[in-house]
C-alpha cells in the first residue's frame, strides 16, 4: 500500500488518527474484517485515497449482530440505573466536545465541508444530542390506565426498549447521523449495530473509540465500515435484530423496508425531501433571501431537507432571484480545510456526476441559469458551484427529483395563485419539509397548517434542535427522530392489568 500523506493543515491529533490503523468495534474490541478487505476513503477535495477501513461482509454483521444481541438478552444494559445509562452518554458527550476541533478535521476531511461550520454545527448538535438524551434515560415512564371494564382492575403501561436495533446512516453528517439514532436508542436501553457511510467512515470510528473509553458495556454498541450491499443490506434483514432505522435515499428505504419483511422488524426511515421555501411579498426581503439562499446552500444542499423548491411570489420574484443569484456568486468554493472555504466539495464523484448531470438536464429542457452552471473552474474535486435555475416548469426532472445538491429551482406565483400555491408545494412524493416567509402571523399559520410535511419553519429554515421531532410525511419516510416523539422508535408498549 502506498504511504499516504494526511492533508498538512489538520492538527496533530487527526493527523495521527487518520494515519493510524482503522478498526472496526464489535463486542467492545477493535477488530479487522473478517475477511482482512479493506477499501479506500477519499478526500472530496481532491479525489485522493486518505486512508483505508475495514470492509465488513456479512459475517462481521453476524458477529456484530450476536454481540448486541448477548448484551441485549443478558439483561445487564436493560437493568442498569437508568441514572447510569444517562451517565454514560452524558460521558460521552463531555468526551466528544473536549474533541470538538478534531471531529470538526474529520468531517471536513472526509465529507468535504467547511471545518469553520463542521466546528459550530455538527460537533456540538452531536454534544448536544447525547446530553439532550441522556437526561430522557430517566424519563421514559408508562402510564396507569382507568378500564371501563370494571373497577376492580389495576392497568398500566411499561415502555421496554425494543431489543437489538440496526442503525444505518448516510454521509451528509456523518458524526451528526450517529448520535440522532445512537443516542436515543441508548437512552431507551437498547443495543446497537451502527453501520456507517461508506464515504465518509471516519468520524464514527473515532466516536467508536470515545464509546469504548466512556465505559459502555461490551456489545452494547458496534460499528461497522462497509458497503450497502455488502454489510447494509445483510443487517438490514438479519433476523436477531428487532428494528431497522434508517437515513438515506427513498430508493434504498424501499430496500430496506423489503429486507425487514422477513422477520417483521420495525423499521423507521428518514428519507428524500424536495422542500419548499414559500416567499410571500410582505416578507422581509432580506432576511427571506439570506434565509432562503442558506436553505438550498447550506450543507452544499446535501440535505434532504434542502429548501431545493423556491416560490416566490411575482411582485417580489425579480428581487428575490436577484438576491439569491448574487449570495450563490459570492459564496467562497474552496478545500473544507481552508480557512477561506465556505462551501467545499460535493461528498464523491458519485453525486458530482449526479449533480451536474440535473443541472444540464434543466439546462436542456429549458430553465434559465442565474447564478452557478456545470463548470466549476476546479481541476480537482469534486466541486459545483450554487446553482439557481428559473424558466422552469413543474414536470421538469430538477423540479420533481431530489437532487441532494446546491441546485435551487425559483418559480413565481400570482396573487391568483396564493391558494393554489400550498397544493403546488404539496405537489410531490416528498414532505420532509417547508419554510415559509412572510410577516402575516395568519398566513404563517394556516400555510403551516395545510402543508404536507414533517417539518415546516416560518421566517427560517434548516433550525434543528435536539428537542424538536423531525421526520417525513409521505414518502420522506417513517417515524420521527429526536425529541420525546424519538422514544417511540426504540420502544414498546406494554400493557399489564392485574385482577384485584
Ligand atoms: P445516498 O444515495 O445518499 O448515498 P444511500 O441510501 O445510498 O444514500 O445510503 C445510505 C446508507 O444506506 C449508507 O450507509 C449505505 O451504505 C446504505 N445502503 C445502501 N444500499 C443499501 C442496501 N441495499 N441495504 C442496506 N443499506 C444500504
Not at 67 to 78: N, P
Not at 218 to 230: A, F, K, M, S
Not at 397 to 417: M, R, T
Amino acid at each position: 500500500m502506498a504511504t499516504l500523506t494526511v492533508d498538512p493543515r489538520v492538527s496533530g491529533a487527526t493527523a495521527e488518527f487518520v494515519s493510524s490503523r482503522h478498526l472496526m468495534y464489535i463486542d467492545g474490541r477493535f477488530v479487522h474484517a473478517a475477511s482482512g478487505k479493506t477499501f479506500p476513503v477519499y478526500n472530496p477535495a481532491t479525489g485522493d485515497v486518505i486512508t483505508h477501513v475495514p470492509e465488513a461482509e456479512e459475517e462481521d454483521v453476524n458477529r456484530a449482530v450476536l454481540a448486541a444481541r448477548r448484551a441485549f438478552d443478558d439483561g445487564q444494559w436493560v437493568r442498569m440505573a437508568p441514572s447510569a445509562r444517562g451517565r454514560l452518554l452524558w460521558k460521552l458527550a463531555d468526551l466528544i466536545e473536549q474533541n470538538n476541533d478534531e471531529f470538526a478535521e474529520l468531517e471536513s476531511l472526509d465529507n468535504g465541508k467547511p471545518f469553520s461550520v463542521a466546528r459550530v454545527a455538527d460537533a456540538p448538535l452531536t454534544v448536544d444530542m447525547f446530553r439532550y438524551m441522556a437526561g430522557w434515560a430517566t424519563k421514559i415512564s408508562g402510564s396507569t390506565l382507568p378500564l371501563s371494564a370494571g373497577y376492580d382492575f389495576h392497568s398500566y403501561t411499561l415502555r421496554e426498549p425494543i431489543g437489538v436495533v440496526a442503525q444505518i446512516i448516510p454521509w451528509n453528517f456523518p458524526l451528526l447521523m450517529a448520535a440522532w439514532k445512537l443516542a436515543p436508542a441508548l437512552a431507551c436501553g437498547c443495543t446497537v449495530v451502527l453501520k456507517l457511510a461508506e464515504q465518509t467512515p471516519l468520524s464514527g470510528l473515532r466516536l467508536a473509540q470515545l464509546i469504548d473509553e466512556a465505559g459502555f458495556p461490551p456489545g452494547v454498541v458496534n460499528v461497522l465500515t462497509g458497503y450497502g450491499e455488502g454489510a447494509g443490506a445483510p443487517l438490514a434483514a438479519h433476523d436477531l435484530v428487532d428494528k431497522v432505522a434508517f437515513t438515506g435515499s427513498t430508493e434504498v428505504g424501499k430496500l430496506i423496508v423489503k429486507a425487514a419483511a422477513g422477520n417483521l422488524k420495525k423499521v423507521t426511515l428518514e428519507l428524500g425531501g424536495k422542500s419548499p421555501a414559500i416567499v410571500f411579498p410582505d416578507a422581509r426581503i432580506d432576511q427571506a433571501i439570506a434565509g432562503t439562499a442558506s436553505a438550498i446552500f447550506f450543507n452544499h444542499g446535501q440535505c434532504c431537507c434542502a429548501g431545493s423548491r423556491l416560490y416566490v411570489h411575482e411582485k417580489v420574484f425579480d428581487q428575490v432571484v436577484e438576491g439569491v443569484s448574487h449570495v450563490a456568486e459570492e459564496i467562497k468554493l474552496a478545500p473544507g480545510l481552508d480557512p477561506a472555504c465556505q462551501m467545499g466539495p460535493l461528498v464523491s464523484d458519485e453525486q458530482y456526476q449526479k449533480v451536474i448531470g440535473y443541472i444540464e438536464s434543466g439546462i436542456s429542457e429549458g430553465a434559465k441559469i442565474t447564478a452557478g452552471g456545470p463548470v466549476s473552474g476546479f481541476e480537482r474535486g469534486y466541486f459545483v458551484r450554487p446553482t439557481v435555475l428559473t424558466n422552469t416548469n413543474p414536470g421538469m426532472k430538477v423540479v420533481q427529483e431530489e437532487i441532494f445538491g446546491p441546485v435551487v429551482c425559483a418559480v413565481p406565483f400570482s396573487d391568483e395563485d396564493v391558494d393554489r400555491i400550498v397544493k403546488r408545494a404539496n405537489d410531490t412524493v416528498y414532505g420532509l419539509a417547508a419554510s415559509v416567509w412572510t410577516q402575516n402571523l395568519s398566513l404563517a399559520h394556516k400555510v403551516a397548517r395545510s402543508l404536507r410535511a414533517g417539518t415546516v419553519w416560518v421566517n427560517c429554515h434548516n433550525v434543528f434542535d435536539a428537542s424538536l421531532p423531525f421526520g417525513g410525511y409521505k414518502q420522506s419516510g417513517w417515524g420521527r427522530e429526536m425529541g420525546e416523539e424519538v422514544l417511540h422508535n426504540y420502544t414498546e408498549i406494554k400493557a399489564v392489568t392485574v385482577a384485584l
